[in-house]
C-alpha cells in the first residue's frame, strides 16, 4: 500500500516547456488535490476533482490543467512554465469530507 | 481576510518542554474540521491531528493536543515534552464544505526548533 505517489520527484524547465505531473492513490478515495507550496504561503489549492470525472478550479489555477484519468489518478499540466510556477507540488487525496487528507511526498520543480 | 493565521513565524523551545503553537480561524460555517499538519525538513506533509466543529472534547493524539476555543476561533496546538524531532514547519488548516465539496485551507505556518 503505496499511499499516494508523484512522478516526478525533481523537476528543471525552461520558460514556455510544458510538463505533466502525476498522481496515484492505491487508497480508492475519492476526492483528490493539487497544492503548491511557496516560501512564507503556505500550501495553497490549484485544482480539485470530488469524484472520478469531476474537477473544480481552487484558489491558484491559472497556468494549470487537470485531468482526472480515473479513480486512482489525478494529473497537472503546465503547458507553458512560468518561472513563477517555481514551487513545490502536492498530490493529496481523501476518501469523506471530515476524513484525514494524505498527501503525496511532493514533486519540485525549478522553471528558468 | 485570511482564513487561517499562524502569528509565530518562528518558535524555539528546550527538550523536554511543553510547546503551544497558536492558529486562529476564521468562517462563518457551522461545520467545519481543524487539522494540523507537521513538515520536516525532508518536505513530506504529516498528518497530526483532527477536530471536528461539533466535537465536545479537545483532541489529542500521544504528546499532541489541540486546545479548540469555538468562541474563540482558535485551535492552538501544544505538544508536550518536546523531542529534537520535533523540529519542523507546523500547519494548521480548516476543512470546510463548499458547495458540496470539502476544500482545505492552510495557514502560512510555524517554524519550531527544538533544542538540546
Known amino acids: 500500500n503505496a499511499g499516494v505517489t508523484q512522478t516526478p520527484k525533481f523537476q528543471v524547465l525552461k520558460t514556455g516547456q510544458s510538463m505533466t505531473l502525476q498522481c496515484a492513490q492505491d487508497m480508492n478515495h475519492n476526492s483528490m488535490y493539487w497544492y503548491r507550496q511557496d516560501p512564507g504561503m503556505g500550501l495553497r489549492l490549484i485544482y480539485y476533482s470530488a469524484s472520478e470525472g469531476t474537477t473544480d478550479k481552487g484558489e491558484v489555477p491559472n497556468g494549470y490543467n487537470v485531468s482526472r484519468l480515473n479513480k486512482r489518478e489525478f494529473s497537472l499540466r503546465l503547458e507553458s512554465a512560468a518561472p513563477s510556477q517555481t514551487s513545490v507540488y502536492f498530490c493529496a487525496s481523501l476518501q469523506g469530507a471530515w476524513e484525514t487528507q494524505y498527501f503525496g511526498p511532493g514533486t519540485r520543480l525549478l522553471v528558468l | 481576510a485570511q482564513k487561517i493565521t499562524q502569528t509565530q513565524p518562528g518558535m524555539f523551545v528546550q527538550e523536554k518542554e511543553a510547546v503551544t503553537l497558536d492558529c486562529t480561524y476564521d468562517?462563518?460555517?457551522?461545520?467545519?474540521?481543524l487539522f494540523w499538519y507537521k513538515q520536516p525538513s525532508s518536505g513530506e506533509m504529516i498528518f497530526l491531528i483532527y477536530q471536528g466543529s461539533y466535537d465536545q472534547q479537545n483532541a489529542t493524539e500521544g504528546r499532541y493536543s489541540l486546545n479548540f476555543q469555538k468562541a474563540r476561533k482558535s485551535a492552538n496546538l501544544v505538544i508536550s515534552a518536546s523531542q529534537l524531532g520535533d523540529s519542523a514547519m507546523y500547519f494548521c488548516a480548516m476543512r470546510e464544505a463548499v458547495a458540496g465539496y470539502s476544500t482545505l485551507t492552510f495557514g502560512k505556518g510555524t517554524m519550531l526548533l527544538v533544542s538540546p
Open positions: 468562517t462563518s460555517d457551522p461545520s467545519y474540521g
